[in-house]
C-alpha cells in the first residue's frame, strides 16, 4: 500500500525505539540503545561477552569479527557475513542474529572445528586475533561448507595476527578446504601435504628422523555443516511478519532515525538537511572515533529496497547506493560470467580494485554510495567510476536528478555537488563497447587491506577497426584533493595512434599535468609522481596486447616486457617445517621435544581466555583517559581542565600533585616523569574558572620542566565509563609555549644532542687495516623505526586494598618491574604492591617497560579515588605514548682485499633513543655486539650514539639493537660485493667465521654451526640453481626482475646487564599430586608456559597434565627479570629444573619404599610423614660479564646461529614486491618443543619481514606522528607470506649452555627477514642495469614501494625529479 507524501511527513522522524535482535541465540529487546555504541562495546562491556577483542576500533585488524546473520525477505534467504563488531553501530542490528566466539563452542561444551583447528595446527600464540579469525573463518564456512583456499586467504583479508606469521593458521584451515582433501591427514610414510604444504618427497635416507608434521589431522573433529547452530526462529518469523517500521533511537548527543521507505528518507533528509547519512558506518565511524566529529542526527537507509536494488538495463547495471561493496562484487562478476567480454571492462576494473579494497567485514557492510559520497581523494572506486562515465542519480523529496560522474562532481575535499537535501539513489555503471579497454590500477603500502597511494583508472575508446584514439579518460586518485581527470593530456592524445610517439607524449604530458606540491599530504611526492607515469605505461601496453588480440597493426611488446601488464594475483601459499624427532620410548607422558599445541591455545580460540580488559568490572570501578601534549617540546603555561571536569560522568582530574610518592620514574635512570610538570606557570581552574593553584616547581631535572615530546603525559581524566572519560580527557585546554624541538638523528648531530656514555668497541689496529686493504669504501644507511603493534594494547586495571596495597593487573612483561615504580609513585614499598599477570596478547619489549607509562597513572587515580581503576589503551594512544624499535643511522667506512675479504671496519651508529633513556643504552651496546653480524673482521671499531631527541622514549623490541646492528653489516657486505663485481654469497661465505675465532669483543666462538646451517640452507634452497634461473628471468623481463640473497644471523644470548641473568620458581605439590607451577616468566603467547609445563614435566617424572600455571605473580616468585632477550626459557626453565629436583629428591625416599606406588602414593606419603612439598627454585647464569672499558669477559652465553635464503620479484614500475620463497635454517640446539620453536622462527621472520620491508612510521618535521593505527601502519598481513617458505630446524646440534641442551629462538629468527630486504635490492640491482647504473646505492630500510620504484631509476623518474629540499617544508622526515 502506497502512502501519501502527507502521511510521510507527518510520520518522519517518529519510530519504535524498540530494537530487537539475538546475540548467540538469545533475544535482546532494547529499549536505551545509544546511537554512538557500537556492538563491539555493548557485547564486551553489557553482555560481559569478552570473547570478542579490541585491537584498533577502526576496522583495520579483525580482532573484533563476529557473524551477523540476516533473513532477506526479498531473497527469502538467509545472508551470514563477517562485520567489524567495533565499527557496527548497534542500533543498526534490528532484526539481525550476532554470532561471537562464544555462540559456536567452547572448551567445557564442545568445541568448533575452526576452534580446534585453529589451536592444534598452532595457529595461536597470543591469541589475541585468534577469536577474530576464527569467526571469519566461522562465517565463510556458513556460506560455504567446502571453500577454497582462495576463499579462505579472502576471508581473511581483514584479519591481522602479529604472533604466528600467518602460515599455521593457513595450514589449519586448508585442513576444511578442497585442496586440503589429499589423504585426510591421517599420514603417508613422508608426511601429508596437508602438514608439509606440497607433499614433497624426502631426498635422503639419513633424514629419516626428520619429521614435517607438527599436527595430526587424525586428531580433528570432522567438519559437519548439518551440526551448526540454527538462525533462531523467532527471528524470522520476527522478520518474515514484520511490516516495515520505522526506528528511531535518541541518545546523549545522538538521534538515530532509520527510515522504513524511500519517501521517508527523503523528507527527514528535507528535514535534518544536516544529518548524516550512515550504511556501513565505516567512514562516519572512523570520523566520530578519531576525528571528534558529532553528528546529532543519524539517518540508516540500509534497508531501504530502492537503495538496495540491483537493475540491469540496456546500458548497463545500476546498483542503489545501499548495496554493499561485497553485493556489487558478486553481481558484477556474475555478469563477467555472463556477458561477451568486450561489455564487461569496466566491470572488470571494478572488481580488480575490490580485490584489493580492504578486508572482507569492511566490504561486506560498506556501500557503493558510501565510497562516492565520502568523496575520498584515494578512493578506489571513484577513478574508475569517474573513468567510465558513470551516471548517478540524486533526489530529494522534489524528484530526481541525473548527474554524470565527472571531475565536476567533486567540488573539493571530500566535497561533492549534492545538495543537503539531497542524497545518492543509485549509480549506473555502463556496459563497455567493442573498441573500448578499460584498466584499474592501485598502489598501496600493502597489497592486502590498505589505502591507496595512487589509485588509476584508463578508458580508452578507438575509432572503429583502427587504433586512433577516439576518447580517452585518464582518471587518478591521491594525486590532489579530489579524485581527478587529467584531461589535457587526454584532449592532447585523442586522434593519436597508440604507439611509442603517443606514450612519449602522454608521459611528458601527464608530468606536467599531474603534479603535486613538494609538501603535499602523504609525502612520497616523487613516488607519486612517477607512478602516474608508470601506470599510464602499464596501461599503454596493456591496450596494445588488447589491440593486437584484434588483429590491429600496432607495435609489438616485446616478450621483456609482457610481465609488466601482468596483474598481480596472489598463489596460495606452500611451506615444509622440518625438525628432528625425539625418539619413541620415553617416560610414559613426557613430551619434552615434541610438538605439544600451546597450553591456552584451546582458550583462546574460544574466547575463553581472560586478557587484561577481560576481568569483569568491579561494581564501584572507573575508568581512566590519558591527558597527552600535543607540542614535541614546550613549555606548560597553564592546564584548564573547568570543562572536563564537567562533562558527564566524570569523577575528577588527575595531575602531577596527586602523586603521593615521586613523579621521578623510569626503568634505569629516574629521568622521567609519570605526570608532566610545568614550572613556569601551572595554573589548575576549578568549573567556576578560580584558580586552584599555581604551582612552581623545582625538579633537579631540567627534562621535568616542560613536555618533551607529542604524547609526553600530562594528567588523566577518571569517569564512570571510557566513553565519558575519553571525552572529557579531548576537553582539557592546555597552553603552551613552544620550544625548537630536535627530532631526527641528523637534527640531533648538528645539535651534538646525546646521551652518555658513548659505547665503544673496538679491537685490532683500524690504521694497519685500512693500510692492508687494496679497496676501502664509505656508506651509509637508515633503518626505520618500528611500532610494536601487539593486538592488545597495554592495559591496567588497578583494585586499592587495605593498608595501603595495591592489586594491580597488567599486561606486562615486567611484573617486578611495575610493582617497584608503582610502589615509589604511591610512596609505600613494594609489598605492598601486588602485579598480577595472567597473559598478554603480545609483547614483543614493547611491554618490557613502557607498560609502566601507564601503570603508574591508574594506580595513582586508583589510589586518590580509593576505587579500582581501569584503562585500556585506545591503538592511537598506544602508539602515541609507548614508543617503539629505535630508528638507526649507520655510518661505515670499510677496508677490503680483492678477494672480497674484509680487513677493517669503522662504523658509527646512531640511534633515536627519544626524550629518556629507557633501555637506549642497552640496545645501543647489543647493536655495537652485532656489528659485524657473522663475519671475521680482524680490525675494527664500533661506536655507538644515543641522541636525545623530542619523540616518545623508544625502547626494547624484539632483537633489541641486534637487528640494526647486523643490518648495518650486510649492507657494508653487500657494498664490498657490489663494488668488486662479485656474487653477494661468495663474498658472504669468504667472510663467515670460523669455530674458535673471536668476536670483537674477545668472546670465542664454540660449538660454532652457523657454516653448516649456510650449507644446509644453499642445499636446500637450491641457492645455485635459484641464481640462474633469476638471472635468466631478468635477461627477459625488462620491468620485472627478481632478487636473491641468503643471509646469516649470529645472536647472542643473554641479558647484557649482567644482574638480570637470574630467575625463580616456586613449585607446590598439593596433596592430591597436582602440582602449581609459578616462575618469574609472563606468557605472551611465545608459549613460555607451555614450555616450563614440559620441563617440570620432565624432571617431575608426570604427566603434564598434572601441573598447571596460573598466573605470573610479584607475591609468588619475587624480583623477577623482564621476560625479554630470549632468555627466559634459558633462565626461568633452569629454575623450574632446580624447584622440581628439589621436590624429587624429597619424594626418592618414598619411591623408593614403593618403588610400585605411583606419583599420588609418593606424595602422600611425603606428605603423612611431614615432607615440605613446596620449593623454590633459583638460577643464574654462569660466568657472565662483559666490561666495555677492558673489552674483556664473556658478554654472551652463548650464540643462536642462523641462516635465510630469500626470493623475491619487484615490479620496476611501482615498487611493488612479491616474497616468492624463503628457506630458513635454523640452530635452536634439541628444541624443547619444535611447535613453537618453528612458530618463533616464522613469527620472528614475519616481523621482520615487516621491519625491512615494510612498516614505516611518519612523522611530521615538528614530530607529531601520523601514523597511528592499522589503517596508516601496515604489518604483514595473510598475503605477505612468501609464495614458498620452509624452515628447518639443525639437527644434532645440542647446547651444553640451556636446558635440556636447547636453545633460545625469540629474537634471533627476527633478522633474517634481511635476506628479503637484499635480495630486493638484488633485484634492483639488475633494474638499475638496464639503465646503465652500476656499482653500490644506498637503499634505507624499509625497503618501501616508494624507495624500490625510486631506486629503479628510468625514463619515467627522470620526467619527475624530486624538488630542492631546501626549498619546501616536507609533509613527513626520516627520524
Ligand atoms: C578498514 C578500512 C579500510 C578501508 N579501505 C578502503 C579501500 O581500500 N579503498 C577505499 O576506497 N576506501 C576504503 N575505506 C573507506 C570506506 O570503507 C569506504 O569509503 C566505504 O565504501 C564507505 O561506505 P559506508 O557505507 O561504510 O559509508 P558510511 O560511513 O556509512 O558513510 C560514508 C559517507 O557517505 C555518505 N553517504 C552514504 N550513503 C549515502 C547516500 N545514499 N546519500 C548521500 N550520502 C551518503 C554518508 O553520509 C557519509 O558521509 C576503508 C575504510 C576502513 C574503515
Ligand atoms: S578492533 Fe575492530 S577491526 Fe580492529
Ligand atoms: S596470536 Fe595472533 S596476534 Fe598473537
Not at 492 to 508: D, F, M, P
Not at 745 to 753: G, L, P, T, V, W
Not at 996 to 1004: D, I, K, M
Not at 1208 to 1234: F, Q, R
Amino acid at each position: 500500500m502506497n502512502r501519501t507524501m502527507a502521511d510521510t511527513e507527518t510520520r518522519a522522524g517518529a519510530g519504535s525505539d524498540q530494537l530487537i535482535f539475538f546475540v548467540n541465540g538469545k533475544k535482546i529487546v532494547e529499549r536505551n540503545a545509544d546511537p554512538e555504541m557500537t556492538l563491539l562495546t555493548y557485547l564486551r562491556r553489557k553482555l560481559g561477552l569478552t570473547g570478542t577483542k579490541l585491537g584498533c576500533a577502526e576496522g583495520g585488524c579483525g580482532a573484533c569479527t563476529v557473524m551477523l546473520s540476516r533473513y532477506q525477505t526479498h531473497t527469502q534467504k538467509l545472508h551470514h557475513y563477517a562485520v567489524n563488531a567495533c565499527l557496527a553501530p548497534l542500533c543498526s542490528l534490528h532484526l539481525v542474529a550476532v554470532t561471537t566466539v562464544e555462540g559456536i563452542g567452547s572448551v567445557a561444551r564442545k568445541l568448533h572445528p575452526v576452534q580446534e583447528r585453529i589451536a592444534r595446527s598452532h595457529g595461536s600464540q597470543c591469541g589475541f586475533c585468534t577469536p577474530g579469525i576464527v569467526m571469519s573463518m566461522y562465517a565463510l564456512l556458513r556460506n560455504n561448507p567446502t571453500p577454497k583456499m582462495a576463499d579462505v586467504e579472502q576471508a581473511f583479508q581483514g584479519n591481522l595476527c602479529r604472533c604466528t606469521g600467518y602460515r599455521p593458521i593457513l595450514e589449519g584451515y586448508k585442513t576444511l578446504t578442497v585442496e586440503g582433501g589429499c589423504c585426510g591427514g591421517r599420514g603417508r610414510e613422508n608426511g601429508c601435504c596437508m602438514t608439509n604444504g606440497n607433499g614433497e618427497e624426502k631426498n635422503s635416507e639419513e633424514e629419516t628422523d626428520e619429521s614435517t608434521s607438527l599436527f595430526n589431522t587424525a586428531d580433528f573433529a570432522p567438519y559437519d555443516p548439518t551440526q551448526e547452530v540454527i538462525f533462531p526462529p523467532e527471528l524470522m518469523s520476527l522478520t518474515k511478519g514484520q511490516r516495515s517500521a520505522s526506528l528511531r533511537f535518541k541518545g546523549d548527543r545522538a538521534t538515530w532515525l532509520q527510515p522504513d521507505s524511500l519517501d521517508e528518507f527523503l523528507h527527514l533528509k528535507w528535514k535534518h538537511p544536516e544529518a548524516r547519512v550512515v550504511v556501513g558506518n565505516t567512514e562516519v565511524g572512523i570520523e566520530v572515533k578519531f576525528k571528534n566529529m558529532v553528528y546529532p542526527v543519524i539517518l540508516a537507509p540500509a534497508f531501504i529496497p530502492e537503495l538496495n536494488a540491483v537493475t540491469h538495463t540496456e546500458d548497463g547495471v545500476v546498483f542503489g547506493a545501499a548495496c554493499t561493496l561485497s553485493h556489487m562484487g558478486e553481481v558484477l562478476q556474475r555478469a563477467v560470467e555472463t556477458l561477451p567480454p568486450h561489455q564487461t571492462e569496466v566491470f572488470l576494473a571494478i572488481l580488480e580494485q575490490l580485490r584489493w579494497f580492504a578486508g572482507l567485514q569492511i566490504r561486506n557492510v560498506a556501500a557503493v554510495g558510501g565510497n562516492i559520497m565520502t568523496a575520498s581523494p584515494i578512493s578506489d572506486l571513484n577513478p574508475v567510476f569517474m573513468a567510465a562515465g558513470c551516471k548517478l542519480t540524486l533526489m530529494d523529496k522534489d524528484g530526481a536528478r541525473v548527474v554524470q560522474m565527472d571531475d565536476g562532481f567533486f567540488t573539493g575535499y571530500r566535497k561533492t555537488i549534492l545538495r543537503p537535501q539531497e542524497i545518492l539513489l543509485s549509480i549506473e555503471i555502463p556496459y563497455s563497447q567493442k573498441t573500448q579497454f578499460v584498466s584499474a590500477f592501485k598502489q598501496s603500502p600493502r597489497r592486502e587491506d590498505d589505502i591507496s597511494i595512487v589509485t588509476a583508472a584508463m578508458n580508452v575508446t578507438f575509432a572503429p577497426g583502427t587504433d586512433v584514439v577516439e576518447d580517452l579518460r585518464l582518471s587518478y586518485g591521491g594525486m590532489a584533493a579530489t579524485t581527478i581527470l587529467a584531461k589535457k593530456t587526454a584532449n592532447r592524445l585523442r586522434g593519436r595512434h597508440w604507439g611509442e610517439e603517443l606514450l612519449q607524449e602522454a608521459c611528458s604530458s601527464l608530468a606536467e599535468e599531474v603534479t603535486l606540491d613538494p609538501s603535499a599530504p602523504g609525502g612520497m611526492v616523487m613516488y607519486r609522481r612517477t607512478l602516474t607515469l608508470s601506470l599510464f605505461y602499464k596501461f599503454y601496453l596493456t591496450v596494445l596486447q588488447k589491440l593486437r588480440k584484434q588483429d590491429m597493426t600496432v607495435e609489438e611488446v616485446g616478450s621483456d616486457c609482457l610481465s609488466a601488464a601482468e596483474l598481480f594475483h596472489p598463489e596460495t601459499p606452500s611451506s615444509v617445517q622440518i625438525y628432528q624427532a625425539v625418539p619413541e620410548g620415553g617416560a610414559q607422558g613426557d613430551v619434552l621435544g615434541r610438538p605439544i599445541m600451546h597450553l591456552s591455545a584451546l582458550k583462546q580460540a574460544t574466547g575463553e581466555a581472560v586478557y587484561c580488559d577481560d576481568v569483569p568490572l568491579y561494581e564501584n570501578e572507573l575508568y581512566l583517559a590519558l591527558v597527552t601534549s600535543s607540542k614535541a617540546h614546550a613549555h606548560i603555561l597553564s592546564i584548564d581542565a573547568t570543562e572536563a571536569e564537567s562533562m558527564p560522568g566524570v569523577v575528577c582530574c588527575v595531575f602531577a600533585d596527586d602523586i603521593p610518592g615521586s613523579n621521578a620514574t623510569g626503568p634505569v635512570e629516574y629521568d622521567e616523569t609519570i605526570l608532566a610538570t610545568g614550572q613556569v606557570c601551572f595554573c589548575l581552574s576549578d568549573r567556576s574558572g578560580k584558580t586552584l593553584r599555581f604551582m612552581p616547581r623545582f625538579t633537579i631535572f631540567p627534562s621535568f620542566l616542560q613536555v618533551t615530546c607529542v604524547g609526553h603525559i600530562i594528567g588523566a581524566v577518571v569517569a564512570n565509563t571510557q566513553l565519558h572519560a575519553q571525552r572529557a580527557a579531548k576537553a582539557v585546554r592546555i597552553q603552551y609555549e613552544e620550544l625548537q624541538p630536535v627530532i631526527t638523528i641528523q637534527e640531533a648531530i648538528s645539535a651534538q644532542s646525546f646521551y652518555q656514555p658513548i659505547r665503544t668497541i673496538q679491537r685490532g689496529d683500524l690504521e694497519v687495516g685500512f693500510k692492508q686493504a687494496d679497496h676501502i669504501l664509505e656508506g651509509e644507511m637508515h633503518i626505520g623505526g618500528q611500532e610494536h603493534f601487539y593486538l592488545e594494547t597495554n592495559v591496567t586495571l588497578a583494585v586499592p586494598r587495605e593498608d595501603g596495597e595495591m592489586e594491580l593487573f597488567v599486561s606486562t612483561q615486567s611484573a617486578s618491574k611495575s610493582q617497584v615504580l608503582v610502589a615509589k609513585a604511591l610512596g609505600v614499598p613494594a609489598n605492598r604492591v601486588v602485579v598480577r599477570v595472567k597473559r598478554m596478547g603480545g609483547g614483543f619489549g614493547g611491554k618490557e617497560t613502557r607498560t609502566t607509562v601507564l601503570s603508574t597513572v591508574v594506580a595513582v587515580a586508583a589510589n586518590k579515588l580509593k576505587r579500582p581503576v581501569r584503562c585500556m589503551l585506545d591503538r592511537d594512544e598506544d602508539m602515541l605514548v609507548t614508543g617503539g624499535r629505535h630508528p638507526f643511522y649507520g655510518k661505515y667506512k670499510v677496508g677490503f682485499l680483492n678477494s672480497g675479504k674484509v680487513v677493517a671496519l669503522d662504523v658509527s651508529y646512531y640511534s633515536n633513543a627519544g626524550n629518556s633513556m629507557d633501555l637506549s643504552l642497552s640496545v645501543m651496546e647489543r647493536a655495537l655486539f652485532h656489528m659485524e653480524n657473522s663475519y671475521s673482521v680482524a680490525n675494527v671499531r664500533g661506536r655507538g650514539f644515543l641522541c636525545r631527541t623530542n619523540l616518545t622514549s623508544n625502547t626494547a623490541f624484539r632483537g633489541f639493537g641486534g637487528p640494526q646492528g647486523m643490518m648495518v653489516a650486510e649492507n657494508w657486505m653487500t657494498d664490498v660485493a657490489q663494488s668488486l663485481g662479485k656474487c653477494a654469497e661468495e663474498v658472504r661465505r669468504l667472510n663467515l667465521y670460523v669455530q674458535g675465532e673471536s668476536t670483537p669483543y674477545n668472546q670465542v666462538l664454540e660449538q660454532f654451526t652457523l657454516d653448516r646451517c649456510w650449507d644446509e640452507c644453499l642445499t636446500r634452497s637450491g641457492y645455485q640453481q635459484r641464481r640462474a634461473d633469476i638471472d635468466l628471468y631478468n635477461r627477459q623481463n625488462r620491468w620485472t626482475k627478481r632478487g636473491l640473497a641468503i643471509v646469516p644471523t649470529k645472536f647472542g644470548i643473554s641479558f647484557t646487564a649482567v644482574f638480570l641473568n637470574q630467575a625463580g620458581a616456586l613449585v607446590h605439590i598439593y596433596t592430591d599430586g597436582s602440582v602449581l607451577l609459578t616462575h618469574g616468566g609472563t606468557e605472551m603467547g611465545q608459549g613460555l608456559h607451555t614450555k616450563m609445563v614440559q620441563v617440570a614435566s620432565r624432571v617431575l617424572g608426570i604427566p603434564f597434565s598434572k601441573i598447571h600455571i596460573s598466573e605470573t605473580s610479584t607475591n609468588t616468585v619475587p624480583n623477577t627479570s623482564p621476560t625479554a632477550a630470549s632468555a627466559s626459557s634459558d633462565l626461568n626453565g633452569a629454575a623450574v629444573q632446580n624447584a622440581c629436583e628439589i621436590l624429587v629428591k624429597r619424594l626418592e625416599p618414598y619411591k623408593t619404599k614403593n618403588p610400585k606406588g605411583s606419583w599420588e602414593d609418593w606424595v602422600k606419603a611425603a606428605y603423612f610423614n611431614r615432607v615440605n612439598l613446596s620449593a623454590n627454585g633459583f638460577y643464574k647464569t654462569p660466568d657472565l660479564g662483559y666490561d666495555f672499558e677492558t673489552n674483556s669477559g664473556r658478554a654472551f652465553n652463548y650464540f643462536t646461529y642462523g641462516v635465510a635464503c630469500s626470493e623475491v620479484e619487484i615490479d620496476c614500475l611501482t615498487g611493488a614486491h612479491k616474497n616468492l620463497s624463503t628457506t630458513i635454517v635454523m640452530d635452536v640446539g634439541h628444541s624443547l618443543n619444535p611447535a613453537i620453536d618453528i612458530g618463533q622462527v616464522e613469527g620472528g621472520f614475519m616481523q621482520g619481514l615487516g621491519l625491512f620491508t615494510l612498516e614505516e612510521l611518519h612523522y611530521s618535521p615538528r614530530g607529531v606522528l601520523l601514523t597511528r593505527g592499522p589503517g596508516s601502519y601496515k604489518i604483514p598481513a595473510f598475503g605477505d607470506i612468501p609464495t614458498k617458505l620452509t624452515v628447518s630446524l639443525l639437527r644434532d646440534a645440542p647446547n651444553d649452555k640451556a636446558i635440556f641442551a636447547s636453545k633460545a629462538v625469540g629474537e634471533p629468527p627476527l633478522f633474517l627477514a634481511a635476506s628479503i630486504f637484499y635480495a630486493i635490492k638484488d633485484a634492483i640491482v639488475a633494474a638499475r642495469l638496464e639503465s646503465g647504473i652500476n656499482g653500490p646505492f644506498r637503499l634505507d630500510s624499509p625497503a618501501s614501494a616508494e624507495r624500490i620504484r625510486n631506486a629503479c631509476s628510468d625514463r619515467f623518474t627522470k620526467l619527475c625529479p624530486p624538488a630542492e629540499p631546501s626549498t619546501f617544508i616536507p609533509w613527513s622526515v626520516q627520524v
